[in-house]
């Protein structure tokens, strides 16, 4: 699960990157509105957290820009302009989300989950495959119960795999969704955590589709 | 007319100077007539005499003729006079003529009357040896009579007589007050119209005043943002003025707006940094500034709400459409709450438009409505309608009346009951400022509308606003 934070102030988006990559998000950040654009239209995020008052580039100008390019992440907007006029001005730029400055990173973190799941098509937030258990507030995997011990790469791998569960992923997709832009990325690595991944839950629930990626999908289940 | 306008002042002016010259014209015009015609009726009398007395003398050679032969000669001269003239010839030394004795000639007017004769009564001559004087005759009538001795004949048929012409005062005096009740009559008619031509020129004449009030009123009551029209070259630079005062405020709330919001975002990201810094860290330094902060948070929410209010106070006549600005509202709370699947309806007509900013319309209905897509279960319903002005508190041209109903959980009697005020959340467990109501109320108050809370229908919270409507 890819983020993109767009914050000018360098404090504040030092916070923002500390929160989410503690949530278990791969995080990249920008600090002005030229570099955010130009990062939200290469780079595949599930998330999109803007300011709007950015330097060189308008936080607006930068989302509708996005729109017309046809990106459709979720953004999240992050301002404090709170006035009600402002949240439909970022509405109708195409936001799908608001938060006044100063927030409570609890409340915001709520809001990316919320946007992550959506995005996905999960209503709920938590999401099941067969005996596994994703809570994704608390970010704790279940097996029939239990809780799982996961690494952060391993958390975040299961985690994507689970939002898009029954559908085959490839290994491109969970390279440009799982780690930070000036990762390694070597698709190697993805080999050895799904091999990691298989140790902790049944390991059929993880099927490799030759050539094509990896599913995951209920135990027993040979479709 | 109002006791203290321009309108009564050139009015009453023009009124006092009518009334005022018109009398004094008048009597000047009546005196000056009167002793024009006293002389004429003079001078007619004063120039009877002579020709009573020629024509007398041509028509008998030694005596006055019988009045039947000069009656109709008489009658003529007279004739030529505005007045009845009346003569006498009265012999004076008791000879017969043609054998009967002298009689006393006179006019047949006079009837068996004689003239009074001023001579008798003592009056003095004049240097032409005619006597003057106002007498009274035998029924009292005034005359003024001229008489003179003349005598006819020759030798030893020669007879003096008392010759008088005269005329009746009354007859003068009718003369001039038939004069007198015309000139009053056109004079009043004259002063009447007069009058009614002034109110007529004062009413034209300052017109463009009237419009231009009107047009004030317009753009208070927030249908105009100028003052437009051609008015008179007088009062084109105070529109000039007016415009360029109205622009100029205009220009002033919208900096006072654009520094209200540069500020609140130069302070609200280095709190947002300061609060997530000392949320990480237990330490009692790191809860005392989140602490701080949050208050600080709280105080700068607050006096930014006043300094917009406070900018908006004194701008005249915005007018919003309520329509536009909760369908926009709707559009961006319905992505907010996408998940929930609220059904958002809306009831709002064209013609009900709220005489203020739209800013401030849709802080209202923007806090509203997120309170109501917060925690309704599958539907938040919006009614705008104009009420008259009687129900609402008096003042203005109308009422607008905005309510927003959800079918949450809604309220209990006693969270109904308590006043809202700043900073109190109803329910602590769903997130938000805790200021949408208050902000509402505070907003709802500068318009000197009303923010109430009730239990709608279905059981959810009912949110209404009373609101100045514009016409």
Redesign the interface.
């Known amino acids: 699960m890819r983020v993109l934070i767009v914050e000018d102030d360098r404090d504040l988006n030092r916070q923002l990157v500390s929160a989410l990559t503690d949530a278990g998000y791969a995080v990249d950040s920008a600090f002005d509105g030229e570099e955010g654009h130009f990062l939200g239209e290469t780079e595949p995020y599930d998330v999109v957290i803007l300011d709007t008052g950015l330097p060189k580039m308008d936080g607006i100008r930068v989302l509708e820009q996005w729109r017309r390019a046809d990106r459709k992440m979720p953004v999240i907007i992050l301002t404090a302009r709170d006035r009600w006029s402002d949240k439909v001005a970022g509405m109708d730029a195409g936001a799908d989300d608001y938060v006044s400055k100063p927030f409570h990173m609890q409340e915001l973190l709520a809001r990316v989950r919320a946007q992550m799941r959506r995005a996905s098509g999960h209503a709920r937030s938590d999401i099941e495959c067969g005996p596994l258990r994703l809570d994704t507030k608390t970010a704790r995997v279940t097996l029939n119960g239990q809780p799982i011990k996961l690494t952060s790469h391993e958390y975040r791998l299961l985690a994507y795999l689970l939002h898009h569960n029954e559908r085959v992923v490839s290994r491109t997709e969970l390279v440009e969704h799982l780690y930070e832009q000036d990762f390694d990325r070597d698709s190697n690595t993805i080999e050895v955590f799904i091999g990691r991944l298989r140790k902790k839950i049944p390991s059929d629930m993880i099927k490799t589709i030759r050539g094509l990626g990896y599913r995951l999908s209920q135990a027993g289940d040979e479709g | 007319m109002k006791a203290n306008s321009l309108a009564l002042r050139l009015f009453v002016t023009a009124a006092a100077w009518v009334l005022v010259v018109l009398p004094i014209a008048g009597w000047i015009i009546y005196t000056n007539h009167r002793i024009q015609v006293e002389e004429t009726f003079n001078d007619q009398i004063d120039r009877f005499l002579p020709t009573v007395i020629d024509i007398a003398e041509e028509k008998g050679a030694r005596g006055p003729v019988p009045p039947s032969d000069q009656v109709k000669s008489f009658r003529r001269a007279s004739a030529h006079s505005a007045w009845d003239l009346v003569w006498q010839f009265k012999p004076l030394d008791g000879k017969p003529l043609d054998g009967k004795p002298a009689e006393i000639m006179r006019a047949r007017p006079l009837g068996d009357k004689t003239l009074p004769l001023p001579r008798e009564h003592g009056v003095e001559p004049q240097e032409d040896e005619t006597y003057w004087a106002d007498l009274p005759d035998a029924d009292g009538q005034l005359m003024r009579v001229r008489e003179t001795i003349h005598q006819f004949g020759m030798g030893a048929d020669a007879q003096r007589y008392s010759v008088a012409v005269a005329g009746r005062l009354d007859d003068l005096k009718a003369t001039v007050a038939a004069f007198r009740s015309q000139l009053i009559y056109s004079l009043a008619l004259a002063g009447v119209g007069l009058l009614a031509a002034t109110l007529f020129q004062v009413r034209f004449g300052l017109f463009p005043l009237t419009r231009m009030e009107r047009a004030l009123a317009d753009i208070r009551s927030g249908k105009a943002t100028r003052l437009e029209g051609d008015l008179p070259s007088e009062i084109k630079p105070l529109q000039h003025e007016i415009n360029a005062l109205l622009k100029s405020n205009q220009e002033i709330v919208e900096r006072a707006r654009t520094h209200v919001?540069n500020l609140?975002?130069?302070?609200?990201?280095?709190?947002?940094?300061?609060?997530?810094?000392a949320?990480?860290d237990p330490s009692p330094l790191a809860q005392k500034v989140a602490e701080q902060?949050d208050t600080m948070?709280s105080q700068v929410n607050l006096y930014l709400d006043r300094a917009r209010m406070a900018a908006r106070i004194g701008v005249i006549g915005r007018v919003t459409e309520v329509g536009p600005v909760a369908e926009?509202?709707v559009?961006?709370l319905d992505?907010?709450y996408?998940?929930k699947e609220l059904a958002y309806s809306l009831d709002c007509p064209d013609a009900v438009r709220f005489l203020g900013e739209?800013?401030d319309l849709?802080?209202m209905?923007?806090?509203l409505l997120d309170n109501a897509s917060k925690w309704a279960r599958s539907r938040v319903h919006v009614v705008a309608a104009a009420k008259s002005a009687d129900q609402g508190n008096g003042a203005g041209p109308g009422w607008l009346e905005i309510r927003v109903e959800d079918d949450g959980p809604g309220l209990t009697p006693e969270q109904l009951a308590e006043p809202i005020t700043r900073g109190r959340r109803l329910d602590e467990t769903k997130?938000g400022?805790g200021l949408g109501h208050s902000i509402v109320s505070d907003l709802a108050y500068s318009y000197n509308g009303r923010f109430e809370l009730a239990r709608a229908d279905g059981g959810g919270l009912s949110a209404r606003l009373t609101l100045p409507l514009a016409i």
Do not use: M, W, Y
């Not at chain 2, 609140?264 to 609060?275: D, S």
């Open positions: 919001g609140a975002h130069a302070l609200k990201t280095p709190l947002a940094v300061l609060i997530n810094e949320r990480r902060a948070t926009s509202l559009r961006a992505r907010i996408r998940d739209r800013q849709e802080e209905l923007g806090n997130p400022s």
